[in-house]
Structure formats: C-alpha cells, structure tokens
C-alpha cells in the first residue's frame, strides 16, 4: 500500500519561501507520476505541478510558473515542491499525489492519481 506523508507546510509572509516534501513508501517511487495539488478554503482542489518518472518533464499551473519548483530525488523516495515569492492567494492545503499508472497524459488531473498524502498547510499573511 503506497503512504504519502507531506511535510514543510507553515506560515509565512507574502514574499517569502517554503519548501514542501513529501516522502513516498509502498511501492517502487520512481515508477510514479508525482503531483502536487492543493485546495483553498471554500474551493475546488487545483493542479499546481508534476513531474515525470526520472524528472526530466514537468508541469505547472499558470499562477505558479516562475514561483514554483517541483523536484524529486528517487534515491530518498521524495518529491519536493519550492515555493518562492509566495501570495497571500497560495494561502491552501497542498497535497502530493502519486500515480503508477504508466502515463504522462493524466498528470495535470486530479482523477489520474490514485494516491494521496493528507496534506499540509500553507499560510501566506499579507
């Protein structure tokens, strides 16, 4: 059974960094699709990023680009999510997500991954 256990989550200033993590066990990590996602209160869940197998691709949402970074070290089982120049509208619940599927197609849906960390808050204060 694969766990997803986020952690880095916190407060901080608008204009500061956070870097997220997320520790991956249960199955062979550099097999997965890694995502992140996160939902704002009194709002749907929305993609923020991906990356591929060996992270030689990557996706991101359009209010993230420039700010964000996904990464991930298979050799730890880690996917991690850097988060510059942060707003007070990155203010959520931000959740990994992994998907063994095989494809690269479903990255930016939430419905292509089948498993879920529980999340961990993100607090911008303008």
């Known amino acids: 059974q694969v766990q997803l256990v986020e952690s880095g989550g916190g407060l901080v200033q608008a204009g500061g960094s956070l870097r997220l993590s997320c520790a991956a066990s249960g199955r062979t990590f550099s097999s997965a699709v890694m995502g992140w996602f996160r939902q704002a209160p009194g709002k749907e869940r929305e993609f923020v990023a991906a990356?591929?197998?060996?992270?030689?691709?990557?996706y991101y949402a359009d209010p993230v680009k420039g700010r964000f970074t996904i990464s991930r070290d298979n050799a730890k089982n880690t996917v991690y999510l850097q988060m510059n120049s942060l707003k007070p509208e990155d203010t959520a619940v931000y959740y990994c997500?992994?998907?063994?599927?095989?494809?690269?197609?479903?990255?930016?849906?939430?419905?292509?991954?089948?498993?879920w960390g529980q999340g961990t808050q993100v607090t911008v204060s303008s």
């Open positions: 997500a992994a998907d063994y599927s095989g494809s690269w197609y479903h990255a930016k849906s939430e419905s292509g991954y089948r498993n």
């Open positions: 990356i591929s197998w060996g992270g030689g691709s990557t």
